[in-house]
């Protein structure tokens, strides 16, 4: 009898200690910085369907969908955000410095740029990428095989070029590499004809299509020679901004998953479907550990969408870039998005 009194006692103190912890969860250093100015500083890079200032000025695009949907936890508001254009070298300087609170898409997520050696860390993978080729549909390529003995433009001094040459190497295919100072020039010599394909990856090769006098005469190859997984990243050293952001990603994809849309979320909140009630806070407290509101992923879906509608309106058939969802898709629906258990 004793033993199990002090059972109860101890589960007690500890269901006690439980629930204080999550009453005192405080705002992280990172978090409160953004409470206390009023508003989210995002940094993006410059990228068709991406991130790009519209013609009022005002920024559009995959990524920043991603920071609107931030700005929408922690705010309630979307808009509470300003966008910092960065270049490549200066992504980095900008995270360390404070200058901004995430980097929405830094580039391919690989061990040199992740942990101690940079001082960042990434949040999840927003994006999954890979190096393809760009063709003229008139040739009937059916994938990079087709390729051997022709010529290809690729950015000199890249990743690319070597990836390319280990492609053929590979597979004791001949091919001519025609190099080019940036990926523009190298856009600009195949649309004119210089090379039969052109390679880097394949965002890339959708926005260079988009910009095209004739977009619809060329395709881009099934064919992906790299893994380049882009996300958000953060400063080290504050773990509740980092499981803020995890959880803003995985949400989206959740949502998706779970079919709320923008326009369906508000009926969803009336739904009896357990997961539902609990993942759009209705019952338990989503906030919990994360010093956000209880039903934070209501207010995201609700004002920026899940996953599905930001990559169709930023990135899909619907918009300039045209991309299907291919490994961008759901585990269920043949892609490989899959986001953790919300309990």
């Given at each position: 009898?004793?033993?199990?009194a002090?059972?109860?006692?101890l589960?007690?103190?500890?269901?006690?200690?439980?629930?204080?912890?999550?009453?005192?969860?405080?705002?992280?250093?990172t978090?409160?910085?953004?409470?206390?100015?009023?508003?989210?500083?995002?940094?993006?890079?410059d990228?068709?369907?991406?991130?790009?200032?519209?013609?009022?000025?005002?920024?559009?695009?995959?990524?920043?969908?991603?920071?609107?949907?931030?700005?929408?936890?922690?705010?309630?508001?979307?808009?509470?955000?300003?966008y910092l254009?960065?270049?490549?070298?200066?992504?980095?300087?900008?995270?360390?410095?404070?200058?901004?609170?995430?980097?929405?898409?830094?580039?391919?997520?690989?061990?040199?740029?992740?942990?101690?050696?940079q001082?960042?860390?990434?949040?999840?993978?927003?994006?999954?990428?890979?190096?393809?080729?760009?063709?003229?549909?008139?040739r009937?390529f059916?994938?990079?095989?087709?390729?051997?003995?022709?010529?290809?433009?690729v950015?000199?001094?890249?990743?690319?070029?070597?990836?390319?040459?280990?492609?053929?190497r590979?597979?004791?295919?001949?091919?001519?590499s025609?190099?080019?100072p940036?990926?523009?020039?190298?856009?600009?010599?195949?649309?004119?004809?210089?090379?039969?394909?052109?390679?880097?990856?394949?965002?890339?090769?959708?926005?260079?299509?988009?910009?095209?006098?004739?977009?619809?005469?060329?395709?881009?190859?099934p064919?992906?020679?790299?893994?380049?997984?882009?996300?958000?990243?953060?400063?080290?050293?504050?773990?509740?901004?980092?499981?803020?952001?995890?959880?803003?990603?995985?949400?989206?994809?959740?949502?998706?998953?779970?079919?709320?849309?923008?326009?369906?979320?508000?009926?969803?909140?009336k739904?009896?479907?357990?997961?539902?009630?609990?993942?759009?806070?209705?019952?338990?407290?989503?906030g919990?550990?994360?010093?956000l509101?209880?039903?934070?992923?209501?207010?995201?879906?609700?004002?920026?969408?899940?996953?599905?509608?930001?990559?169709?309106r930023?990135?899909?058939?619907?918009?300039?870039?045209?991309?299907?969802?291919?490994?961008n898709?759901?585990?269920?629906?043949?892609?490989?998005?899959?986001?953790?258990?919300?309990r």
């Open positions: 009898m004793a033993r199990r002090l059972l109860v006692v589960a007690t103190l500890l269901a006690v200690a439980g629930q204080g912890a999550v009453a005192q969860t405080e705002p992280g250093p978090l409160a910085q953004v409470l206390k100015r009023g508003y989210l500083s995002c940094g993006v890079t990228a068709p369907g991406f991130a790009q200032p519209d013609g009022t000025g005002n920024w559009r695009g995959f990524d920043v969908d991603f920071c609107r949907a931030v700005a929408a936890a922690i705010f309630d508001d979307p808009d509470k955000v300003r254009g960065l270049g490549v070298r200066e992504r980095g300087p900008a995270l360390q410095s404070g200058w901004v609170d995430l980097i929405a898409g830094a580039g391919p997520w690989t061990q040199s740029r992740d942990g101690a050696q001082h960042v860390l990434f949040a999840g993978v927003s994006f999954f990428d890979g190096q393809s080729f760009l063709v003229r549909r008139q009937s059916a994938s990079a095989q087709d390729l051997s003995g022709l010529s290809v433009c950015q000199q001094g890249t990743s690319y070029e070597l990836e390319l040459a280990d492609f053929f590979m597979r004791k295919t001949p091919y001519e025609k190099l080019f940036s990926f523009e020039e190298a856009a600009r010599a195949y649309e004119g004809g210089q090379c039969d394909a052109l390679t880097a990856d394949a965002a890339m090769l959708h926005g260079a299509r988009a910009k095209f006098q004739s977009p619809t005469e060329h395709d881009i190859l064919d992906l020679l790299t893994k380049a997984p882009h996300g958000p990243v953060v400063r080290q050293g504050d773990d509740q901004w980092l499981m803020i952001l995890r959880w803003a990603l995985f949400a989206l994809i959740d949502a998706e998953e779970l079919d709320l849309s923008g326009a369906k979320v508000d009926a969803a909140l739904a009896e479907a357990p997961r539902i009630r609990y993942f759009l806070g209705v019952e338990g407290d989503r919990a550990g994360l010093a509101a209880g039903d934070w992923p209501y207010r995201v879906i609700k004002h920026v969408g899940n996953y599905a509608e930001i990559f169709e930023n990135l899909g058939q619907g918009s300039p870039l045209g991309m299907d969802r291919r490994v898709a759901l585990w269920s629906k043949g892609g490989v998005l899959y986001a953790p258990p919300v």
